[in-house]
């Protein structure tokens, strides 16, 4: 029996198994809407969140739970290598949305992440009760 004899057989299973692990790949990774943060924020899965906001920003309002990190300080290279032994999922965001793509863009190809698209500014309203905000100071 030859290998042409079984490819009727064998590229139904080839397609099955790549149309899985595509499914796979794009719910384990990629852009987060701001409607989409709410869900992914209260499912019961653990999931690493860091900020690439301004340090003022950062202190003024932000995801709770979130890592800063300053990205004068850390290139998107020293990023990856602190999360290579961590294996939970990765929520990259900033204000605008920029910074943390240039971050998640890195590190997508070989870490579960995700990106909030639009950043913070842009999700404020749906994810607000996800957010630690700095008390406001009165006089």
């Known amino acids: 029996m030859d290998l042409l004899s079984l490819w009727p057989i064998v ?3 080839v397609i099955i198994v790549a149309m899985h ?3 796979m790949t794009e719910t384990e990774v990629g852009n987060i809407y701001p409607n989409d ?4 924020m209260s499912s019961s899965r653990r ?3 860091f900020s690439f906001q301004s340090k003022g920003s950062y202190e003024t309002c932000r995801l709770k739970g979130a890592i800063h990190i300053d990205i004068m300080e850390t290139d998107p290279d020293a990023f990856y290598m602190m999360l290579k032994k961590k294996k939970y ?3 990259c965001y900033c204000d605008d949305g920029q910074q943390s793509k240039r971050y998640f863009q890195h590190i997508q190809r ?3 992440s995700f990106w909030l698209v639009g950043g913070l500014d842009e999700a404020y309203d749906q994810v607000t009760k996800y957010c630690v905000h700095k008390p406001v100071e009165t006089e």
Do not use: G
């Open 21 to 23: 692990m595509y499914e």
């Open 11 to 13: 590229l139904p299973i």
């Open 89 to 91: 999922p990765v929520l």
């Open 47 to 49: 999931i690493q969140i």
């Open 37 to 40: 943060l709410s869900s992914l």
């Open 110 to 112: 070989n870490h579960k």
